[in-house]
């Protein structure tokens, strides 16, 4: 969750482009008309070829929605033991079968401005259309509301709700005093056995905040979080193989 930051106007998008200037040499308008059509030929064949593999690629991460080859779930398993857990409302996350449709490559960091009770929940509440996987607790207790498998809608960026798993922490981004030592370590080990669990690198480009997601308007975790304390946490849950195995 976290504040969110005043939004910029301007755009950003990308524009379509293409070359332009007319055929030179004999031939006159016939020649325009030629290359013209030629370049349209091309460019619709590209663009099939584009569908195509759009087309491939959807079928490919859709093939578990066929019956009998999702793989299994239990009601109330956790992908972390030692979790408890509690279920968000289905509106806030969608089913999927990662890694096997979507690779998971990300963890990102959130604090919840709020208690822990009260992120809970609102990830219940079917109208707030955001949740997190997992909500980590002051005192270090680690509730998970969506598996890993599923995307969660807590980046505020598809792409990235797709490749990774979301952490929030209790507490306010002004108030560092929030973020307690269990609170580190509990989340630490958390993520530590995530990235052990996809094979992501320990490193910040893996491990970010939400307010470095792309698009974003959330200033979580806030510069209050002490990230070369956490990195270390995690690199040493990571070592020590201290993280409770899944």
Not at 18 to 40: E, F, H, I, P, Q
Request: aromatic fraction near 8%.
């Amino acid at each position: 969750m976290g504040t969110r930051r005043a939004s910029k106007n301007g755009s950003s998008g990308s524009g379509g482009g293409g070359a332009s200037g007319g055929a030179t040499g004999s031939g006159g308008k016939d020649a325009d008309r030629r290359v013209g059509r030629r370049a349209l030929l091309i460019g619709t064949a590209v663009a099939a070829v584009g569908t195509a593999v759009v087309a491939r690629d959807e079928l490919t991460r859709a093939w578990w929605r066929v019956p009998g080859v999702a793989k299994p779930r239990k009601e109330g398993e956790v992908d972390y033991t030692g979790a408890k857990w509690v279920s968000a409302s289905d509106a806030n996350w969608r089913m999927a079968d990662r890694p096997d449709d979507f690779g998971i490559d990300m963890v990102i960091i959130h604090v919840t401005q709020g208690s822990f009770d009260s992120a809970v929940k609102v990830f219940q509440d079917p109208q707030h259309g955001a949740a997190a996987h997992y909500v980590v607790r002051e005192d270090g207790h680690v509730t998970q509301m969506i598996r890993e498998l599923d995307v969660a809608y807590h980046a505020g960026n598809r792409d990235y709700n797709e490749r990774s798993v979301g952490i929030e922490h209790e507490g306010f981004v002004e108030k560092p005093e929030d973020f307690t030592a269990e609170m580190y370590e509990a989340s630490a080990r958390l993520t530590a056995r995530i990235c052990a669990r996809y094979d992501i690198p320990l490193d910040r480009e893996h491990i970010l905040g939400h307010v470095e997601v792309p698009g974003t308007d959330h200033t979580d975790p806030g510069e209050g979080w002490d990230w070369d304390r956490y990195m270390k946490l995690v690199r040493a849950a990571a070592a020590s193989r201290t993280s409770t195995p899944a």
